[in-house]
């Protein structure tokens, strides 16, 4: 039985139509910092394919600073925010990704107030408590647009207005978000927005970060002074080429592949709602189309996830960033879910390409599951 | 034989990836390959991923004798440069503020080093002798007991000269001073063997060597263990040195060059190294032609000269059929002269009238034979135009000369 991948928020496979336009730069010889014709090549190349990523969230090519990855622009973010801002509070809510929360940490030894900001128990960053976070100076604020564990999607239009109305930068890590809705850089009002290509098909290794027209991003890289003097290295030629087709593809079909997402979650949904001891995280307030992350009463995440393995069915506990650790997630411990619980923790994130099939597949696992504890919750165990 | 224009001699500034590589790399990408996310614990897709870049990993350290787990990924040499220098630098801090490199070293050590003396540090930058490498007495005369890192590079990017690193090395050792070394130039060009070299910490870079770009390595020895402050944070990869999602096929790509270089420098070093003497041979012979860098003592591949009379940049558009470089790719953009050459006290005139010829896996005696009519050709042309190469003809000793203001 071919195996069923349910795991696209820890990555997704490479678009085919997206090897096909990185393939010939992998064997072109040229340096894009080179004078040479062959260098020149690279360099239109990689202008391509920054108009393109700039295209998917409405900004001008000028403001796409290419990185290794999600992790690196969260980190150069957060450093470059903190630098323009001097001193004050460094606002970061508490379910953001771990390549947010782990500079933030460290901008704290240096002296930042670090000011964790609570989610509500469906997951939501609150207005007034970012604005309490806040008090009484400005600084950064950083809220993420979408939640890798349980895809609740943030209000970040109204929380960054909130924050730079308190004089404070905005930072919003898009990773989870790209590609499965619309973004609107100018329109979301941030400072700085973080993106990766493998979260929407295109390949690992390469990301971005969006800043705002003219904003002075302090390097965390020295070096060459590639990038405009604000990230420095041999610039990911075959990697940027495939972020910018991937770019292009996420913005022509987001809407088709979010459609089909969505009814294949709602299907999940459906027939996870049937389940007994089912929790869905999160279940009442807008998520990304491809979210689900539920706990079945009783049961732990780890041994159910090798289970499901064993089935051929790939879905994790939550990020892989921080899987393999045991411990209940932290986002779900944030919005007050009880430990044991959230360790029970299911995470399914579909694709585009996924059908109704996986989703039945998955079902008809988890239900045999069910029944089988029904029986021996019957005999007394 | 005909040869195919434009002739990439370029080698330095970057490589193409291998067919066999890029063929490689394909296969850990897309549905039907292995393309799941290394650090994905709960799904057979990224126990797939991760034993793909546990094999790389086996194939980066063997090729210069070091144990895998002392190889930690990074997005290219200028991220394990940085990591290396920032990272020693902000971990040994109490040790010391004193820092020890050279003015010859690539931007990406020399302008780390300037973030760090902007945070307190102190950084000593050595002059090279003449030929570009570095007197050994110097260097261990600018060791100090607060010294807590020295940097130097194993093979110069401009002039491709090979410094004595394990006598550097043992300097280093004898001080308790931290030794990186970059190696973006030398890996799968000069025999590394990292269990013999007194070495702490080593840059390396896949796309120097017929990998992807976007993707290299650091080395860390494990004894005596060297610590380092992780400068990218996040999920804890890496051993929590460099955090980041592992890009399988970069890695797997990398692996695979290096996989390739360590089977294949036995034959291409003595065949690449005969292209460039017979390069010299053709070039050398002109008058007024100076190689820069030690001949001896330099990577097989590179060649480095100036051509007195002659503009560098004009030189470049009158061989436009052939790529090569006029200093650093990373500086080209640049018309100021090659700070390297300017180290070795090169004239700014010769400086500026340098060009970089580098050779690599897939340059040909044609091509070579065709660059040196060329270079001879057009060297001879611009000269005619040269008002300085005239007086010189006629003998007139032009540092005497008393120019003009107007």
Redesign the interface.
Known sequence: MDACYLDCNATTPLDPRVLEAMRPWLTHAGNPSSLHGAGRRARAAIEQAREQVAALVGVDPVQVVFTSGGTEANNLALHALCARAGTGTLAVSAIEHPSVQAPARQLAARGWRLQPVPCDAHGQVRLEALAEALEPEGGVATVMLANNETGVVQDVTALAAEARGRGALFHTDAVQAAGKLALDFTALGVTSLSLSAHKFHGPKGVGALVVERGFPVAPLLAGGGQERGRRSGTENLAGIVGFGRAAELARAERAQRADHMLALRQRLEAGLARLPGISIFAEDVPRLPNTVQFALAGYQGEALLMELDREGIAVSSGSACASGAGRPSPVLVAMGVDPDLARGAVRVSLGPDNRAEDVDRLLHALEARAAGARRLGALGW | MTVET?I?M??S?????D?R??ER??RF???D?V???P????????WAAEQAVDQARQQVAALVNADPREIVWT?????S??LAIKGAAHFYRKKGRHIVTVKTE???VL??C??LEREGFEVTYLDPEPDGLLDLDRFAAALRDDTILASVMHVNNEIGVIQDIETLGRLCRERGVIFHVDAAQSAGKVPIDLAALPVDLMSF?A?KIYG????GALYVQRRPRVRLEA???????ERGLR????????IVGMGEAFRIAGEEMATEIPRIRALRDRLWAGLGSMEEVYLNGDLERRVAGNLNVSFNFVEGESL?MAL?DV????G??????SLEPSYVLRALGRSDELAHSSIRFTIGRYTTEAEIDYVVDLVRQKVGKLRELSPLWEMYQEGVDLDSVQWAAH
Do not use: W
């Not at chain 2, 650090?39 to 990224?46: K, T, Y």
């Not at chain 2, 992807?212 to 993707?215: E, H, L, V």
């Not at chain 2, 400068?231 to 990869?237: A, D, S, V």
């Not at chain 2, 790529?323 to 006029?326: E, L, R």
């Open positions: 434009p990439y370029d080698y500034a970057t490589t193409p990836v067919e590589v890029a790399m394909a990408l897309t549905r390959g393309f799941g996310n650090a994905s614990r709960s799904h057979a897709f990224g997005s290219g040499a200028t991220e440069d940085n690539h931007k990406a302008d780390t300037r973030q870079s796309h992807p770009k976007g993707i400068q990218m944070h996040g999920g804890g990869h955090s980041g999602t592992l890009a399988t096929h970069q470049i436009k790529a090569v470089s006029s650093s790719a990373c500086t080209s953009a």
